[in-house]
């Protein structure tokens, strides 16, 4: 299974950084996304990393803050969240998905997500 970790709470302008620990799975997919969902909206992509080639993917909302990478075993993905807002706030999700540009139709292995809370 995937699961997720490194979530909190935290004030605006603040950090945090979510980690994705896919030992339990054969690392069958060369790509991962991270997702996130907000109470009442539809789970959105967030960022999405190629692992073979690095390739990267972000949502507009938070390119420029956020910062998808893998450690040197390929086993655990990260996310590195910078200078958060309160729209931020969701419950985000790790996935194996057959393609970095982490469109959700896409995803076929999720974990079961981490709360953050920017207030």
């Known amino acids: 299974q995937l699961v997720e970790s490194g979530g909190g709470s935290v004030q605006p302008g603040g950090s945090l950084r979510l980690s994705c620990d896919a030992s339990?799975?054969?690392?069958?997919?060369?790509?991962m996304a991270w997702f996130r969902q907000s109470p009442g909206k539809e789970r959105e992509r967030v960022a999405g990393?190629?692992?073979?080639?690095?390739?990267?993917f972000y949502a507009d909302s938070v390119k420029g803050r956020f910062t998808i990478s893998q450690d040197n075993s390929g086993v655990t993905v990260s996310l590195q969240m910078s200078s958060l807002k309160s729209e931020d706030t969701a419950l985000y999700f790790c996935?194996?998905?057959?393609?970095?540009?982490?469109?959700?139709?896409?995803?076929?292995?999720w974990g079961r997500g981490t709360q953050v809370t920017v207030s």
């Open positions: 996935a194996q998905i057959s393609t970095y540009l982490a469109y959700i139709e896409y995803a076929y292995f």
């Open positions: 339990g799975y054969t690392y069958s997919s060369n790509c």
């Open positions: 990393f190629y692992r073979a080639g690095g390739s990267t």
